[in-house]
Antibody, heavy 122, light 107 residues
Framework: QVTLRESGPALVKPTQTLTLTCTFSGFSLSTSGMCVSWIRQPPGKALEWLARIDWDDDKYYSTSLKTRLTISKDTSKNQVVLTMTNMDPVDTATYYCARILYGGNHAYFDYWGQGTLVTVSS | DIQMTQSPSSLSASVGDRVTITCRAS??????LAWFQQKPGKAPKSLIYAASSLQSGVPSKFSGSGSGTDFTLTISSLQPEDFATYYCQQYNSYPFTFGQGTRLEIK
């Protein structure tokens, strides 16, 4: 059974760095074809893809946010960590992690975490 | 970045109806398209990948079609649990991008 769970601070101050952890079970990020992504959703708005990390440590980032984002993995702990620097109130959102599965030529989301709401306010 | 545009933005329908949601990509994405369902306060649920392949456990009342730039999600025989917001997403190229969502409401 695949599960993912996000954890991190509920409140951060402007200019601070946000660190979020995705802890997963039911699969290993050392297995070929496994990937984990982060996605966020501001209140009442659409989903926005942030970053992805693959089993072979390849990393991909949102064009508009790549200077602020870092994604990493700890395979032994079954965790993926996302850091976002210089937080601003517009970064207030629910942050989700999700698994990406390779099937043929397709790398698609299948399982999602429940999400964690991060509010940026002084 | 590839822009994904969904239409309509909102849709009212009755239980038992069949509805279709459209998603258009700003450039060709072959069939690298997924659909998600999201209910208020909940995480998205993956429905379809590769434009028309159902995720495991997703009922066959959901179907997807299209290739290139134009795609559709069709839901047949609407039930109360189907009223939600639906998103399309392209994964043909980075950055991955989502549509703005289509809110399906009960008439």
């Amino acid at each position: 059974q695949v599960t993912l769970r996000e954890s991190g601070p509920a409140l951060v101050k402007p200019t601070q760095t946000l660190t979020l952890t995705c802890t997963f079970s039911g699969f290993s990020l050392s297995t070929s074809g496994m990937c984990v992504s982060w996605i966020r959703q501001p209140p009442g708005k659409a989903l926005e893809w942030l970053a992805r990390i693959d089993w072979d440590d390849d990393k991909y980032y949102s064009t508009s946010l790549k200077t602020r984002l870092t994604i990493s993995k700890d395979t032994s702990k079954n965790q993926v960590v996302l850091t976002m620097t210089n937080m601003d109130p517009v970064d207030t959102a629910t942050y989700y992690c999700a698994r990406i599965l390779y099937g043929g030529n397709h790398a698609y989301f299948d399982y999602w975490g429940q999400g964690t709401l991060v509010t940026v306010s002084s | 970045d590839i822009q994904m545009t969904q239409s309509p933005s909102s849709l009212s329908a009755s239980v038992g109806d069949r509805v279709t949601i459209t998603c258009r990509a700003s450039q060709g994405i072959s069939n690298y398209l997924a659909w998600f369902q999201q209910k208020p306060g909940k995480a998205p649920k993956s429905l379809i990948y590769a434009a028309s392949s159902l995720q495991s456990g997703v009922p066959s009342k959901f179907s997807g079609s299209g290739s290139g730039t134009d795609f559709t999600l069709t839901i047949s025989s609407l039930q109360p649990e189907d009223f939600a917001t639906y998103y399309c997403q392209q994964y043909n190229s980075y950055p991955f991008t989502f549509g703005q969502g289509t809110r399906l409401e009960i008439k």
